[in-house]
DNA sequence: CTAAATTTTTAGATATGTCTAAATCTTTTT
DNA sequence: AAAAAGATTTAGACATATCTAAAAATTTAG
């Protein structure tokens, strides 16, 4: 049986290397998981022991297969959970998180298979990432980060890569949410600050907020 | 913050004292969590240091107005996912109870709030039983078990006490549902079973079956 | 290419919740 | 009312998952 615990290492796992590649470092999860790094030593040779890491001292740690099954089956749950919080339980998408981070432990393969019908299989969640399907397929899309577009190009805004509250109600005040469509009009080199129009209206916003927007452009 | 143990010995509690009176054993407790009385006897220690239970070495427990508080909370969450997963999940009623079991724990009055309201506030569960109220209140019936009925005695099955699947599926196997109408024919002092009529069947079912079936007299 | 800085691991504790076996208290039986 | 039976508690372990502090390995910088 694999523990709570556990999957949340997983997850976190496979979070960081989705972002960066090869191994990933113990810092790297103690930062994601917000523990110390000393109890992420000794959880890897834990998932080691289960097989569901690669794991060598010091020269950190990828997933095995069944690990990234394991890891995706539990993203897969999260996203779905999202989704009906905010469709079926009119949950705004800033306070889905931290339920979903529950609800994604819950283990029935029964209940997960049955919430996916009931939600007419959903292919994004409310924050337009992917949701895994039941073998553990992530569809991709092309779309790039604001904050890597040329000044002047439209786009429409796919989804968001930060799940937390105070950046999605940040989004929510600039009047920003899936399917926006924004220009962007001026980058500074300076900080990396943008300017965007949306609707009407001309925004600046800073490089941490573009960099967390997905745009496909037209 | 409670944990999940601590809830799971609180419902404990709660279920045995609704069908008995005076202070609930240990071996009770030990034996509706399947638990051994030694972890039962230090748990026990630990809710009486949070003021969730009264406990007297030797002398048996109850729970506190906040004890109460809490268990009813539990079971009201429990009931409010089984009528989810049975009304909009398609589970069958057997199925229920293992699911609900995990999810009575998540942590959010929020979603418990926002269930509530998309289920339209349900006053039974999937099996008959009251679904406490926000404010801990639990409607009471004026059903009584079947096998205290009398012989000739017309009635409805208005619900079950006992949420264990071989039980739901014996009952669905000799088609008895919520709602079903049945009739006393004669009962056996020997083994105290029963013959009832259901439609223009026939059958016989053992007290241990009978006993678990609360019906509303015609 | 050594020395300093950083990262990672080990060692030793702590908290939770469980267990078995033994001791103690309570109830029942004779 | 003493002995036996039953229920309950204590004592001592164990597993999980965490922590801090110290040690060891690796990486970076001068």
Same mark, same amino acid.
């Given at each position: &049986? %694999? ?19 090869? /191994?990933?470092?113990?810092?790297? %999860? ?9 109890? +992420?030593?000794? &959880? ?9 890491? $690669? ?5 950190? @740690?990828?997933?095995?297969? $069944? ?6 089956? +539990? ?10 919080? +905010? ?8 306070? @889905?998180?931290? @339920? ?11 209940? @997960? ?20 399907? /039941? ?22 805004? &796919? ?37 965007? $129009? ?6 600046? %916003? ?13």
């Amino acid at each position: &049986m %694999i523990t709570l615990a556990e999957e949340n290492y997983l997850k976190a796992i496979l979070s960081i290397s989705l972002n960066s590649d090869g /191994k990933v470092s113990t810092n790297a %999860i103690a930062g994601e998981i917000g523990t110390s790094a000393a109890s +992420v030593s000794d &959880m890897l040779k834990k998932l080691q022991d289960k097989k569901l890491v $690669k794991y060598k001292k010091y020269k950190g @740690v990828s997933l095995t297969k $069944k690990g990234n099954s394991f890891a995706t089956s +539990v993203i897969r749950k999260h996203r779905l959970w999202e989704t009906f919080l +905010v469709n079926n339980l009119n949950f705004d998408w800033g306070e @889905v998180h931290d @339920v979903a981070e529950q609800l994604e432990h819950i283990k029935s393969e029964e209940l @997960v298979d049955r919430l996916d019908a009931f939600l007419d299989y959903p292919k994004f969640d409310p924050h337009g990432e992917p949701i895994p399907t /039941k073998d553990g397929e992530i569809s991709t899309t092309n779309t790039i980060p604001l904050n890597k577009l040329s000044e002047g190009t439209n786009g429409k805004v &796919m989804g968001v890569t930060l799940d937390e509250k105070p950046f999605l109600d940040y989004l929510t005040k600039l009047n920003i949410s899936i399917g926006t469509e924004i220009k962007l009009l001026e980058k500074i080199s300076f900080d990396q600050s943008i300017s965007i $129009k949306t609707g009407n209206t001309k925004q600046h %916003i800073s490089n941490d907020v573009a960099k967390h927007l997905l745009i496909k452009t037209n």
